[in-house]
């Protein structure tokens, strides 16, 4: 148990479909990451949240949706997905907008496959 | 522009054997330097952090990195390697005033060998 559960941990969908990525933390933190690993690159920072509010949208598709209606949970709403958007999409918290102080916590991600 | 670099794609050590991961970073100031773990299928784990003082810092686990500010690397070591060490390790830099810009190297896959 990581402190972050996200939720679902695997996912297939279609091109055309509509799903959500949950992200769930009660350690207290309060930013919150979503992170996009693909394979043999660096992990790229989609969103970041702070106290509830989006303090970072690093030009992500608009197909990309996020959603955080507290400090302790986060989501990713996804719709008309490329398959280059199959990847692990991971989520993270960390005390305060930095991550450097204390470091981030991830979940153990969501294996994403559009089809 | 800020960046993090670990040579080393996969590495292979025998069970037992000592290990040394390399990470070097590109910033113009000291940035917060970070170990991370990731198993298969799992998220990431914090091994260790540097952010000032001693140079070498212990972490989870028997590793412990150094930093070395001549060399702007911060190798991630470990005497005797074990099987259950075999994982995903990425080295990270937070830089910034507060250290909210936060860069992930491509990782190095550790193999290990009974």
């Known amino acids: 148990e990581t402190g972050v559960t996200q939720t679902p941990r695997h996912l297939v969908m279609g091109m055309t479909n509509k799903k959500s990525l949950k992200c769930e933390q009660h350690?207290?933190?309060?930013?919150m990451y979503w992170y996009k690993q693909s394979a043999k690159k660096p992990l790229e920072l989609m969103f970041v949240?702070?106290?509830?509010?989006?303090?970072e949208n690093n030009s992500v598709p608009s197909r990309f949706s996020p959603e955080c209606p507290n400090s302790s949970h986060l989501f990713l709403h996804l719709h008309t997905l490329q398959p280059e958007d199959s990847a692990l999409y991971l989520c993270?918290?960390?005390?305060?907008?930095?991550?450097?102080?204390?470091?981030?916590?991830f979940g153990s991600g969501t294996r994403l496959t559009v089809v | 522009a800020q960046s993090v670099t670990q040579p080393d794609i996969h590495i292979t050590v025998s069970e037992g054997a000592s290990l040394e991961l390399r990470c070097n970073y590109s910033?113009?100031?000291?940035?917060?330097l970070f170990w991370y773990v990731q198993s298969p299928g799992q998220g990431l784990q914090l091994l260790l952090k540097y952010f000032s003082g001693d140079t070498l810092v212990q972490g989870i686990k028997g590793f412990e990195a150094e930093f070395k500010r001549s060399q702007s690397s911060f190798n991630l070591r470990k005497p005797s390697v074990h099987w259950s060490d075999a994982a995903e390790y990425f080295c990270?830099?937070?830089?910034?005033?507060?250290?909210?810009?936060?860069?992930f190297g491509t990782g190095t896959s550790l193999t290990v060998i009974p």
């Open positions: 350690l207290g933190h309060n930013a």
């Open positions: 910033y113009g100031a000291t940035p917060y």
């Open positions: 993270a918290s960390s005390q305060g907008e930095v991550g450097a102080t204390s470091g981030y916590t």
């Open positions: 949240y702070n106290f509830k509010e989006q303090t």
């Open positions: 990270a830099v937070g830089v910034g005033d507060t250290g909210n810009q936060f860069y």
